[in-house]
C-alpha cells in the first residue's frame, strides 16, 4: 500500500504538492476492501474519504465509528465529498485503531491493493497536435519595434518603427519636437502567414 501513509496526514504527497495521478482511486481501493475487511473482523472502526479543502494535501483517509456510517452505502464512503460521499455532521473525531483494525491493515497490505489501479497519463488531443514553443533565429532585417508618442506633442507621427540596429546605435527614440523618450509598444517579425 503505497501511498497509505500519505492518506493519514494533511503533509502527505508533499504537503499536497505532489499528488501522483492515481492517488484518488488507489484511495477507494484502499477503503473499499479494507472497509469490507474490517466488517468481517467485527471492528469498531470503518473508513471514510476525506477531502480536505485548502491548502495541504487534498485526499485524506480517516477512521471514523462503525456505527456511526451503518447505513451508509458502502461507495459513499470512498468515494469523497467533492464527488457525492457521505460527511459527517459535526465534529469528526477519530477513534484510535483496535486490534480488528491492525490485523485487517496488515492484511490488507499483503494483497497489493496497489496493483489493482493501472493509470494511464496522455495529452488532451488539442495538444497533440501542437508543437512545443522554441526561439527562433530571426536577422534583425525581420525585425522592427514600435514606438509610440508619449507627449501632448501632435506635430510628430503617433508611431515610429526602429530596427534593432537603430535602437542598439541610438537608444530608445524620443519625441523630435520636446525630446520626451516614445513608449515601447510591442517587437514586429516579418514573415508569412
Not at 479543502?53 to 480517516?62: A, D, K, Q, S, T
Amino acid at each position: 500500500m503505497k501511498y497509505w501513509e500519505d492518506f493519514q496526514t494533511k503533509w502527505g504527497f508533499a504537503d499536497g504538492d505532489s499528488v501522483p495521478p492515481d492517488a484518488l482511486l488507489i484511495r477507494q481501493v484502499y477503503i473499499g476492501e479494507l472497509n469490507r475487511e474490517l466488517e468481517k473482523r467485527q471492528s469498531g472502526i470503518r473508513l471514510l474519504a476525506w477531502d480536505r479543502p485548502g491548502m495541504h494535501n487534498p485526499y485524506l483517509i480517516v477512521r471514523v465509528n462503525a456505527a456511526m456510517v451503518r447505513n451508509v452505502p458502502a461507495k459513499r464512503l470512498f468515494c469523497g465529498q467533492q464527488s457525492g460521499g457521505w460527511e459527517p455532521k459535526g465534529d469528526l473525531h477519530e477513534p484510535e485503531p483496535d486490534e480488528a483494525f491492525n490485523a485487517a491493515l496488515v492484511f490488507a497490505q499483503e494483497m497489493e491493493l496497489d496493483d489493482r489501479v493501472v493509470c494511464i497519463v496522455t495529452l488532451r488531443e488539442d495538444q497533440k497536435r501542437s508543437r512545443p514553443m522554441r526561439w527562433l533565429d530571426i536577422t534583425d532585417d525581420h525585425v522592427r519595434h514600435r514606438w509610440d508618442r508619449d507627449c501632448p506633442c501632435v506635430e510628430v507621427e503617433e508611431s515610429v518603427y526602429v530596427d534593432p540596429d537603430s535602437y542598439e546605435n541610438g537608444g530608445i527614440p524620443i519625441c523630435e519636437e520636446c525630446g520626451t523618450d516614445r513608449k515601447y509598444v510591442k517587437t514586429q517579425i516579418k514573415g508569412k502567414r
